[in-house]
């Protein structure tokens, strides 16, 4: 099974702030990757899929890159409504989650 | 708009059963694969089982196999997830998740709670 980590586990960041998100791979995906955002309570919403692909009505200050095994999601301007766990997904081989971000504001 | 709402969920002994249902709506349901995935208390996602648009393919982790059933009835749009023999470790969230083609997983139901405990 491919295992999927994503660090850090908690991060703490101020509005307006640039934050990166990173989730590793123990192989190969092929950029069969994407990205959720659980806020508490709720369903995972799917920002990005595929690595880069910015699901519909999710605004444009989310981005995701990546290739091989090192994916990242990025929020250019912290907003606070994403206050939110983010989950990485891979889906080239069976499927598989990350554990989670837990994402704070300072 | 695309909606998943599942029901069927509750507490039940260990060794017994229950069914989780996911009726869907706003899309073609005959269209899509669909999945089941879940989520123990304070823990991470956990992909449970799948089947293919037409019921002919279904697919499990390995520590449900045999003991949970995935099936789905087209006419009536509606996914389910016959659970037998549960035990304590199966107590979660399970989300209704629809399958978008080579791009995973994109709309999820709100989930219902499934709790194994004497």
């Known amino acids: 099974d491919i295992q999927m980590t994503q660090s850090p586990s908690v991060l703490s960041a101020s509005v307006g702030d640039r934050v990166t998100l990173n989730c590793k791979a123990s192989?190969?995906?092929?950029?069969?990757l994407n990205w959720y955002q659980q806020k508490l309570g709720e369903a995972p919403k799917l920002l990005i899929y595929n690595t880069n692909n910015l699901q519909t009505g999710i605004p444009s200050r989310f981005s995701g890159s990546g290739s091989g095994t090192d994916y990242t999601l990025t929020i250019s301007s912290l907003q606070p409504e994403d206050v939110a766990t983010y989950f990485c997904f891979q889906h080239n081989s069976w499927w598989t989650f990350g554990g989670g971000t837990k994402l704070e504001l300072k | 708009e695309v909606q998943l709402v599942e029901s069927g969920g509750g507490l039940v002994q260990p060794g017994r059963s229950l069914k989780l249902s996911c009726a869907a709506s706003?899309?073609?349901?005959?269209?899509?694969?669909m999945a089941w995935v879940r989520q123990a208390p304070t823990k991470g996602l956990e992909w449970v089982a799948s089947i293919t648009n037409s019921g002919g393919s279904t697919y499990y982790r390995d520590s449900v196999k045999g003991r949970f059933t995935i099936s789905r009835d087209n006419a009536k749009s509606t996914l389910y997830l016959q659970m037998d023999s549960l035990r304590s470790e199966d107590t979660a969230t399970y989300y209704c998740t629809r399958v978008r083609g080579r791009t995973g997983l994109d709309y999820w139901g709100q989930g219902v709670m499934v709790t194994v405990s004497s």
């Open positions: 192989q190969n995906i092929n950029k069969y």
């Open positions: 706003g899309f073609t349901f005959s269209n899509y694969y």
